[in-house]
């Protein structure tokens, strides 16, 4: 059964940082495409950061230069490393996963619908 479970949200400031961890279990996470989403509200969930199979990354334009995705995989764990907060970035973040890869190299245009396997999210919130 595969399971991620997220956790490093929080509340910041402007300026801030924080690193999400999303631990996975059930199976290997260089075998799949992972990735991190963020949804506020009802709004559609958006792709942020993805990672192929293979260790490239790539990111939606609106977090390049600020977030970075990054795997440890003795632990089996994917990271997400949050740098230079605004508001705009106070979302709920879910951890994602695929074994298609298919449209995983552009994050900001990827649908909710090509990911398998979800986590539970957890909240980050930016204040000014």
């Known amino acids: 059964q595969v399971q991620l479970v997220e956790s490093g949200g929080g509340s910041v400031q402007t300026g801030g940082s924080l690193r999400l961890s999303c631990v996975v279990s059930?199976?290997?996470?260089?075998?799949?495409?992972m990735g991190w989403f963020r949804q506020v509200s009802e709004k559609e969930r958006e792709g942020v950061a993805t990672?192929?199979?293979?260790?490239?990354?790539f990111y939606a334009v609106s977090v390049k230069d600020r977030f970075r995705i990054s795997r440890n995989t003795a632990e089996n764990t994917v990271f997400l490393q949050m740098n230079n907060l605004n508001p705009e970035d106070t979302a709920m973040y879910y951890c994602?996963?695929?074994?298609?890869?298919?449209?995983?190299?552009?994050?900001?245009?990827?649908?909710?619908?090509?990911?398998?396997?979800w986590g539970q999210g957890t909240q980050v919130t930016v204040s000014s």
């Open positions: 994602a996963a695929a074994e298609s890869c298919l449209g995983w190299h552009l994050p900001g245009q990827l649908l909710a619908r090509a990911v398998a396997y």
């Open positions: 059930g199976y290997t996470i260089t075998s799949m495409c």
């Open positions: 990672v192929v199979p293979g260790g490239t990354a």
